[in-house]
């Protein structure tokens, strides 16, 4: 028996489509806030030349984590999973694993996604299958029990994962919103 499960190539290139349009988006803006950079001149107003560097670096910061982001989701969307008598291969663009389904240790689905939490990584692989019932049923059939979660215990495994790490990068923006607004009052904004 043979599973394969792929995304569709139409949500493939829709995606890429999706990225693409982001990145020239930020490039737009990128060009209108250069433009906008050779056209005012700062002079010698000392903060005002500051805030064009901190506008300058946040824009670049912005733009490197949204095209980024966009580039994680190109390639999520080009996992595919493979099994076959051999076990079960996972791959995307620039990560691979192989081994066998007692290697899974936690599986679901979410809104179209297959997730697979495999033994000894630490990043969940997402495998699109919202159309695929058959292969999801072949999937689930060879999992441990116990392994495939769903419906309160899901909820229960996802919260208790993932609401941590939410938490503290929030905090932690907070905590660095407040150094840049105390750094920006004593410079005299």
């Known amino acids: 028996m043979t599973i394969a499960l792929q995304a569709s190539p139409g949500f493939r290139r829709g995606v890429l489509l999706a990225s693409l349009g982001v990145a020239l988006v930020e490039m737009g803006l990128f060009l209108v806030l250069w433009r906008l950079g050779t056209l005012v001149d700062p002079g010698a107003d000392r903060r005002a030349a500051l805030m064009f560097v901190a506008m300058g670096s946040a824009v670049t910061l912005q733009a490197m984590g949204v095209v980024g982001v966009a580039w994680v989701v190109v390639a999520v969307s080009r996992t ?3 099994a076959d008598i051999t076990g079960v291969s996972l791959e995307h663009p620039w990560r691979r694993w192989r081994g066998a389904w007692t290697d899974v240790r936690r599986a679901w689905q979410h809104n179209g ?6 033994r000894g990584q630490w990043r969940r692989w997402h495998v699109r299958a919202a159309a695929d019932a058959p292969a999801l049923a072949l999937v689930r059939a060879q999992l441990r029990a116990g392994v495939w979660l769903e419906g309160p215990a899901k909820h229960k495994y996802l919260a ?3 609401l941590p ?6 905090a932690a923006g907070v905590v660095l919103l407040l150094l840049v607004l105390r750094r920006l009052g004593s410079a005299g904004f």
Do not use: A, D, P
């Open 80 to 82: 595919t999973l493979l």
């Open 113 to 118: 996604w297959l997730v697979l939490q495999v």
């Open 160 to 162: 208790r994962t993932t």
């Open 165 to 170: 790490l939410v938490l503290g990068l929030t």
